[in-house]
């Protein structure tokens, strides 16, 4: 899809963001565990859709479930499925998703009882699932590869009949995402203590029902950030937001000061403003250990603007949807930039006459694709196999129009 950019008369927008995919993914499995809970503006992204459908299945009727390429769900029905007692079920997903490890998160169940079987290869999907009761209620879990492994237990742990302590070893990679879990466990009346390296999460066979809003998706609303950073002048302003956000990559706000956008909360919004006058700094240096879902978006707005950025905490990024650091060195290169990376770095140092016409690959990751968009705000490109943005995003190219993106 060729992308160009033709201004819009003031570049004053206002619009609605669908549903954090993050927490909808959350209160799905929290609703499966307790029907009394009603949630309200869930995501409409690909992912939320794939586990609503899966939990929706009657599972004794069920012999195989395929999540596509959605990580989370399957991260969070491989802890699921393993709990529930009498079913056997067959848990794969794409190409991309067998080859995303899963071991850890395995390993762990099996601790605690669970019997899981590897259809083809050791430590990675296709699974073979028997559910069963378990009984043990501690475990030790790697921390530093994915936060979701961890929140995958964490969300399983109020149905067992113990609960469940988590010890954490080593650093805590998206430590956030493990509190936004928490936070989602007691907003609908559970009970959670978190200290530094431990997790209990106390056991509960029911709640007082309870309606629950879903928050917009503060991942999805970074690239409204860098397309205003790229833009001469503008004012976005964005629901549903709120200033005490469970989610990590509210941090958004606080980056992109640093790239001259000012953010104003606004009961269940977010006003975005360019800051007038603003001196680019020459170079930016971010620890995006908590929040690396943002390090595409960080770094693509950083290449147009002609801003030299390091950025640190990016181990995670090999095991998404694409390796995002081999990805991103490949596609940024083809604008005539220098980017340097690391297992867990990268290092961008930008030029002042960017190609044009390039034609991106975005490796069927939806990230690829929305982080690059708005860099045809300062040349035009071409984003192959666009549809990818449907993961957790299905209307974005329809909000990039609004903004003078054809």
């Known amino acids: 899809m060729k992308l160009s950019y033709t201004p819009v008369k003031n570049n004053q927008f206002q619009f609605e963001i669908t549903g954090s995919k993050s927490i909808s993914n959350r209160y799905l499995i929290l609703k499966t565990l307790f ?22 299945q009657p599972l004794k009727e ?25 079913n056997e079920i067959i848990l794969t997903g794409s190409q991309r998703m067998q080859e995303r490890p899963i071991g850890i998160l395995v390993e762990a169940l099996r601790i605690l009882g669970a019997k899981i ?70 907003s609908v009346g559970l009970k959670v203590d ?17 309606q629950i809003a879903v928050e917009s998706d503060w991942s999805s609303v970074s690239y409204f950030y860098s397309c205003l950073a790229l833009m001469k002048t503008g004012t976005f302003e964005i629901s549903t937001f709120y200033q005490d956000s469970l989610q990590g990559d509210s941090k958004v706000a606080e980056f992109y000061k640093l790239l001259g956008i000012e953010t104003r909360f606004d009961k269940e919004s977010i006003r975005l403003s360019k800051v007038e006058n603003f001196k680019l700094p020459q170079k930016i240096e971010l620890d995006l250990n908590d929040t690396p879902d943002l390090a595409q ?28 650091l081999v990805a991103l060195k490949n596609e940024i290169e083809k604008f005539g930039a220098e980017i340097f990376i690391t297992t867990e770095s990268l290092h961008l140092k930008p030029i002042s006459n960017l190609n044009s016409e390039v034609k991106i690959k975005t490796y069927q990751d939806h990230r690829m694709a929305m982080a690059f968009a708005p860099l045809a705000l300062k040349t035009d490109l071409d984003i192959l196999n666009p549809e990818v943005v449907s993961k957790s995003f299905p209307d974005f190219w329809e909000k990039m129009k609004m903004l003078g993106l054809q």
């Open 35 to 56: 029907p009394n809970l009603e949630l309200k503006g869930l995501s409409n992204s690909d992912d939320t859709q794939v586990l609503q459908k899966a939990l929706s």
């Open 62 to 86: 069920v012999k195989e479930i395929d999540i596509h390429h959605a990580g989370t769900a399957m991260r969070f029905l491989t802890a699921y499925l393993s709990t529930i007692p009498d």
């Open 117 to 186: 079987e590897y259809v083809k290869n050791e430590g990675f999907p296709p699974l073979k699932i028997s559910g069963k009761s378990l009984q043990k209620d501690k475990i030790s879990i790697s921390a530093d590869v994915s936060s979701q492994y961890i929140t995958a237990l964490m969300l399983v742990a109020p149905s067992l009949k113990n609960g469940l302590n988590i010890q954490l070893e080593s650093k805590v990679t998206s430590k956030p995402y493990l509190k936004m879990t928490a936070q989602a466990l007691e």
């Open 194 to 210: 978190f200290d530094t390296n431990t997790i209990k999460v106390y056991p509960q066979i029911e709640i007082e029902p309870k």
């Open 297 to 324: 978006t960080i770094a693509v707005t950083c290449l147009g603007l002609e801003v030299e950025c390091v950025l640190t905490g990016l181990h995670t990024l090999k095991v998404k949807e694409t390796d995002r």
